[in-house]
């Protein structure tokens, strides 16, 4: 009798095992690391010109919800017209804070803000502010797609922040893949 009740407890042990193994848990905590790498790219319509980048983030969950971290990137621009044939290379390295939402078990929404300086051939020298949005989709308990769109503004000193906002910004658009550890 004491061999059928040791069976029954071991079957029922074994029958629990798969809802253990489903019950992992994706995302980040308090502690961990992120590190993602992305792309970008555009073209004109005749796709004479285009433009290509990528970018690599470093963070820290200082919270399960709250990341600080650094970014680089690093874009590349051939650019063809009428009297201009030109390639040209630009960087930038930023801060960036994002507070990231629980919509799903797998789905981690966020919205954030970063600070830094753009550098390179074509562009103006300057520091710029952004705006960011974008969610990560957990495809494994710790590896993760990721969306982001980032409004940034571009300004030569503190005078000029108030008026870049509306007067010299531009879009950007990240899609990319990460892990945490």
Known sequence: MNNLKAALVVLGLAGALPFAVSAQEFGPVAGDREFSISGTGSSDKN??????????????????????????SVNYASIEGEALKDDFWNGTTRGYVDYQFTATERMR?????????????????????????????????????LGRVEYQWFFSSSSDVDDAFTDDGAWAYTLGMGYNF
């Not at 550098?119 to 308990?141: C, I, P, Q």
């Open 47 to 72: 796709l004479d010109s285009g433009s290509f980048g990528v970018t690599g983030d470093l963070g820290w969950y200082l919270q399960d919800f709250l990341i600080l971290g650094v970014r680089q």
């Open 109 to 145: 929404p966020f919205a954030g803000a970063s600070l830094g300086l753009i550098y390179g051939d074509g562009v103006k020298d300057s520091g710029f502010a952004g705006l960011e949005v974008g969610g990560k989709y957990y495809v494994r308990t710790k590896t993760y797609l």
